[in-house]
């Protein structure tokens, strides 16, 4: 498909355009297709050169053909991570055109080791059958080399290892590996060398040590910078004038490590001996595999933005660019294999349907990991490998996982699975629940103290609201009028741009039976947005609020993390995502933003009516200083309760500051509005809208995806509030708010667009969906490309309008 579309045959517009993709004839996809390239550079085979043919991603089974030679079957070059080598030195024309034909056969998600989508979307016509990564000629003298692996310590002490292959098949090979360490400037630090004797055909691993001088640790972004060092090893053999070979890569100083409370089996990672609370969210390539480094950017950004420090990557490993960017962020990567089909064939399996393995499964598992192990090892981003999902790998398995993980010097954790199923014998618990949800549950939830299913406490996998609905201008890219009216007319409608219509996410009846009940039946589709986003809002802020306010590492036990489920989405879709397929932030990325988006927070427990006081920072400074400000006001702007309690952060911690006892006697909906200062610095301000009751949870009737609720909170107030009067101006980098009126300004909207009407993307706001106290003059930074931008604004209680860019 990703050809196809390159190609002009088809357009990204019309396939995601309500149902178009189903119309997509899936037979031409059911036969094997047909890869061709001419190379047509020089080869020159004399002077000892060797060529090297590398496959690094194929989905998921191919026959490769040099000039008309067959140099690899379908059983060889096996599994969509089969990255392999072939020696094609006999195989290439001299100073020719040579021709490359690569036959991908169709790929069976139940069958094959490919990379599958579950229910997260429809599948692919084309079952993302095809060359997704590039496949390389690579040519060397008589010894090539590995990318090289670095393992590091934070004293400064270096192990390089690289694999040498001597690729002739008659002759010994007697030279040596030198390898050039280079600091963050590019000043050389250090050469040590190596040497090496190998018979024909020979592989060997060799390492060289060293001591970085003053060495400089890596740290994720919310921790500190990320220098990055560099190593270029060269092979030379003896008597010969000219390198044979030359590798390099970036590291950087870090360590990873973790640890298992062995009471309730949960995960804690170390970051240079830090406990590390990963808080983040599930990523997905795109529908058809295609890889956007743009757009990945851009998406790394938005994450960091939020405050999230980790994406999991469930079977979704992408390209080697991933990684980098990942490093020169400093956002960390949780890599692993997906669940639920091929991959998880096993007999235990009773909810999976891939097929199971069978003796040559095992050897494609094998090289799989091997290549992608290679992939990453050096990426001091990676923060672990989980060898299962769902489930857990068979014995054999594991062992084949492991052994390959530790031949390529890997120094992260490897965790057999990324819920409490089961655990082979070799690694034991891999310390995390999968117990949901995934789909729409109340802010109290999470704040559960009995810490049942996925409320805070362990370590969370994938879980989430099952929010991300996408605002106005994206759903006209891609649903039909007929589709958006469904959204409000017709809420219990399987919607094709949901999950897969044998899943339970086809619907969005669980989150619409809580938006008609908490916030009132919509009147139109604005409205329906409006409160859609309210929704999502305090449905992502409660969520990732309540797993901070549960890390603290003296008690029995802490929230060690949370991965949204999900990041992104890999085409357009309605739910499970922190910003759209456009990437159009709207109120589950602000929710987010507004919980883990800075290093000193303020927060909420709906359940304690209790104030924490959160530093994800490893040293606080002087916050003895510090002050929480709490203040409740009406609908109408009445005062009903304030408060003001001196704090001290604890570093990398939440402390509980106040409780808010008079909650209890409100009769309406009411706002609460926390503010941390030091001195008269407001450091963080966090808003809520809160009713009277909360809502009441059925627990015994949980699924693994939702926890029903008997009674709702009422939230129908805020559609009778009074309009405030606000005055918006923009000046092309702020938007400035003022609330002239007595009442508040609830979850004013702004958003960029163009002289169109379109939206101007991407955009980076400080923050958005802002409440404004009476009188209160608010500024709002924007950023984002190009010029005559306009900013359009509402609420809740705000009258619609569009405001040009002052002069």
């Known amino acids: 498909m990703a050809t196809l579309i390159a190609n002009g045959v088809h357009t990204e517009n019309d396939l995601f355009y309500s149902t178009n993709l189903q119309n997509i004839d899936?037979?031409?996809?059911?036969?094997?297709?047909?890869?061709?390239t001419e190379i047509k550079s020089e080869v020159a085979i004399e002077g000892n050169y060797w060529y090297t043919l590398r496959t690094n991603g194929i989905s998921s089974r191919a026959e490769i053909y040099l000039n008309g030679n067959r140099v690899a079957d379908k059983n060889t070059q096996a599994g969509a991570y089969g990255g392999l080598e072939y020696d094609v030195t006999d195989t290439l024309h001299v100073n020719k055109t040579n021709v490359l034909l690569i036959k991908v056969y169709p790929t069976d998600y139940n069958r094959d080791f490919a990379l599958g989508f579950v229910d997260w979307n429809p599948y692919p016509p084309d079952n993302g059958t095809g060359i997704w990564r590039d496949v390389e000629l690579k040519k060397s003298g008589q010894v090539g080399l590995s990318t090289p692996r670095v393992t590091t310590m934070l004293s400064g002490d270096i192990t390089v290892y690289v694999d040498v292959k001597n690729l002739a098949k008659n002759a010994s090979a007697i030279g040596a590996l030198q390898c050039y360490m280079y600091d963050p400037d590019g000043q050389k630090i250090g050469e040590p060398e190596i040497a090496f004797d190998l018979k024909p055909r020979a592989q060997e691993e060799l390492k060289v040590n060293a001591t970085v001088p003053n060495p400089q640790s890596w740290w994720p972004k919310q921790w500190g910078n990320q220098p990055l060092y560099s190593v270029q090893c060269n092979?030379?053999?003896?008597?010969?004038?000219?390198?044979s070979?030359?590798?390099?890569?970036?590291?950087?100083?870090?360590?990873?490590?973790?640890?298992?409370?062995?009471?309730?089996?949960?995960?804690?990672?170390?970051?240079?001996?830090q406990p590390f609370q990963v808080l983040g969210a599930g990523y997905t390539s795109d529908i058809f595999l295609r890889f956007d480094e743009s757009k990945l950017r851009t998406q790394f950004e938005s994450?960091?933005?939020?405050?999230?420090?980790?994406?999991?990557?469930?079977?979704?490993q992408e390209h080697p660019r991933l990684y980098a960017l990942a490093d020169e962020m400093g956002l960390m990567l949780l890599s692993g294999w997906e669940c639920c089909d091929k991959w998880e064939g096993w007999s235990y399996n009773d909810e999976g349907s891939g097929e199971k393995w069978s003796d040559a499964d095992y050897t494609i598992?094998?090289?799989?990991?091997?290549?992608?192990?290679?992939?990453?090892?050096?990426?001091?981003?990676?923060?672990?490998?989980?060898?299962?999902?769902?489930?857990?790998?068979?014995?054999?398995?594991?062992?084949?996982?492991?052994?390959?993980?530790?031949?390529?010097n890997w120094d992260t954790p490897i965790l057999a699975s990324a819920s409490q199923r089961g655990a082979p014998d070799a690694l034991g618990n891999g310390g995390m629940k999968m117990d949901g949800p995934y789909d729409w549950v109340p802010p109290n939830y999470w704040y559960d103290g009995e810490q049942r299913l996925g409320a805070a406490g362990g370590f969370g996998s994938e879980l989430g609201a099952g929010v991300g609905t996408p605002e106005i201008n994206s759903l006209t890219k891609f649903l039909s009028t007929e589709d958006m009216e469904d959204l409000w007319k017709d809420p219990n409608k399987g919607l094709y741009h949901m999950s897969t219509n044998v899943s339970s996410f086809y619907t969005r009846q669980i989150y619409n039976d809580a938006l008609w009940a908490r916030y009132g039946e919509p009147t139109c589709l604005a409205d329906y947005l409006i409160k859609a986003q309210m929704m999502d809002y305090e449905a992502t802020r409660a969520q990732f609020e309540a797993y901070l306010s549960r890390w603290n590492r003296d008690s029995e036990r802490p929230a060690t993390g949370a991965i949204y489920w999900m990041l992104n989405n890999a085409w357009p879709s309605l739910h499970w995502n922190l910003f759209d397929y456009y990437m159009r932030p709207a109120g589950a990325y602000f929710g987010m933003k507004s919980a883990v988006g800075k290093g000193k927070h303020v927060l909420y427990d709906y359940q304690e009516s209790a104030v924490y006081l959160v530093d994800r920072q490893l040293a606080s400074g002087n916050t003895l200083n510090s002050t929480v400000d709490v203040e409740v006001i009406d609908l109408y702007g009445r005062i009903l309760y304030q408060k003001s309690v001196q704090a001290k952060?604890?570093?990398?911690?939440?402390?509980?500051?106040?409780?808010?006892?008079?909650?209890?006697?409100?009769?309406?909906?009411?706002?609460l509005r926390l503010q941390l200062k030091n001195g008269d610095n407001v450091l963080d301000t966090n808003t809520y809208w809160l009713a009277p009751t909360l809502d009441e949870m059925d627990w015994?009737?949980?699924?693994?995806?939702?926890?029903?609720?008997?009674?709702?909170?009422?939230?129908t107030a805020l559609a009778k509030m009074a309009k405030a009067d606000l005055n918006v101006t923009f000046d092309g980098k702020k938007v400035r708010l003022v609330n002239k009126s007595d009442v508040p300004a609830v979850f004013v909207r702004m958003n960029l667009v163009d002289g169109e009407g379109q939206d101007v993307l991407p955009v980076k706001w400080s923050e958005n969906y802002v409440t404004?106290?009476?009188?209160?003059?608010?500024?709002?930074?924007?950023?984002?490309?190009?010029?005559?931008?306009?900013?359009?604004?509402?609420?809740?209680?705000?009258?619609?309008?569009?405001?040009?860019?002052?002069?």
């Open 26 to 36: 899936a037979a031409q996809f059911r036969l094997p297709w047909y890869y061709r």
């Open 303 to 316: 994450t960091l933005a939020m405050g999230l420090n980790t994406i999991r990557l469930e079977g979704k």
């Open 772 to 807: 404004l106290w009476p009188g209160e003059d608010m500024e709002v930074r924007v950023e984002y490309e190009g010029h005559g931008a306009r900013v359009e604004v509402d609420g809740r209680n705000i009258a619609r309008r569009t405001v040009e860019m002052s002069v």
């Open 235 to 243: 092979a030379t053999i003896q008597g010969e004038n000219q390198t």
């Open 365 to 408: 598992a094998n090289l799989s990991m091997r290549h992608e192990a290679g992939m990453m090892q050096a990426h001091p981003s990676i923060l672990g490998f989980l060898v299962g999902s769902d489930f857990w790998p068979d014995d054999r398995a594991t062992q084949i996982y492991v052994d390959a993980l530790r031949d390529m």
């Open 700 to 715: 015994d009737n949980s699924t693994w995806y939702h926890t029903p609720v008997t009674t709702y909170s009422n939230f």
């Open 245 to 273: 070979d030359t590798t390099t890569t970036k590291f950087g100083i870090r360590t990873v490590t973790s640890t298992l409370n062995t009471i309730y089996n949960d995960t804690t990672f170390f970051i240079n001996a």
């Open 649 to 671: 952060a604890q570093p990398n911690a939440a402390v509980k500051v106040a409780t808010i006892g008079s909650l209890a006697n409100a009769t309406d909906v009411n706002l």
